[in-house]
T-cell receptor
C-alpha cells in the first residue's frame, strides 16, 4: 500500500535561518506531488506542485522553493526564513492522470519562526 | 482561475439535527469537486467526491452546475462528525491542482 511521510513533525527556527522540509512517498511511481500551507482560518494554500522529477510549478511568489530530486521525494526549502513563513505545511500526492483522483496527505510539519 | 468559497467558518449544531455546509465554486471548465475532512489529530482525508455519487458516513453532496455549488449535507449529525471540512475543486489543467475553500469547522453538541 502507499504511504506518505513528512519530517520533521515540528520545527522552531529563528528568522533568517534556512529551512528544509522533506516528503517521501512509498508504494507508487511517478506521482504528482504537492506542498500546501495551512493557516488558521485561511484554509489550504497550494505552494508548489510537481508532475515529475525536476519539474516544479510555483503557485504563489514567496520566500520558499521546492525541489524534486527523486521520483518520490519532494523538498520544501528556504534560504532565509521570515516570520510570515510560520504555519502548518502539508505534503500530498496523487496518481497522475484524471482530475477525479484522490489526493493523499501527509501528517504535516508545524513550523514556528521566532 | 479556480476559486472555492465556503461562507461559514463555524457551524454549531446539536446531535441529531441536520447540518449543511455550503460550498460555491468558480471554474470555466468541467470541475471535479471533493469534500475533505480533518478530524482532531488526524490527517486530512477525502470524505467524498461528486463523481462517485455516494453517501459516506451519512453525508451526501450534490453538484449543482447552475448554481455552481456543491453543498455537503447530513440529515442527523453525530458528535463524531465534529471536524474541519474543506470543499475542493480540481481542474483539468496540468498537475490536476486542488483548490481548497477556507474550511468550515463543525461542532456537534450533545
Amino acid at each position: 500500500s502507499q504511504t506518505i511521510h513528512q519530517w520533521p513533525a515540528t520545527l522552531v527556527q529563528p528568522v533568517g535561518s534556512p529551512l528544509s522540509l522533506e516528503c517521501t512517498v512509498e508504494g507508487t511511481s511517478n506521482p504528482n506531488l504537492y506542498w500546501y500551507r495551512q493557516a488558521a482560518g485561511r484554509g489550504l494554500q497550494l505552494l508548489f506542485y510537481s508532475v515529475g522529477i525536476g519539474q516544479i510549478s510555483s503557485e504563489v511568489p514567496q520566500n520558499l522553493s521546492a525541489s524534486r530530486p527523486q521520483d518520490r521525494q519532494f523538498i520544501l526549502s528556504s534560504k532565509k526564513l521570515l516570520l510570515s513563513d510560520s504555519g502548518f505545511y502539508l505534503c500530498a500526492w496523487r496518481v497522475s492522470g484524471r482530475a477525479a483522483y484522490e489526493q493523499y496527505f501527509g501528517p504535516g510539519t508545524r513550523l514556528t519562526v521566532t | 482561475a479556480q476559486r472555492v468559497t465556503q461562507p461559514e467558518k463555524l457551524l454549531s449544531v446539536f446531535k441529531g439535527a441536520p447540518v449543511e455546509l455550503k460550498c460555491n465554486y468558480s471554474y470555466s471548465g468541467s470541475p471535479e469537486l471533493f469534500w475533505y475532512v480533518q478530524y482532531s489529530r488526524q490527517r486530512l482525508q477525502l470524505l467524498l467526491r461528486h463523481i462517485s455519487r455516494e453517501s459516506i458516513k451519512g453525508f451526501t453532496a450534490d453538484l449543482n452546475k447552475g448554481e455552481t455549488s456543491f453543498h455537503l449535507k447530513k440529515p442527523f449529525a453525530q458528535e463524531e462528525d465534529s471536524a474541519m471540512y474543506y470543499c475542493a475543486l480540481s481542474g483539468q489543467a496540468a498537475g490536476n491542482k486542488l483548490t481548497f475553500g477556507g474550511g468550515t469547522r463543525v461542532l456537534v453538541k450533545p
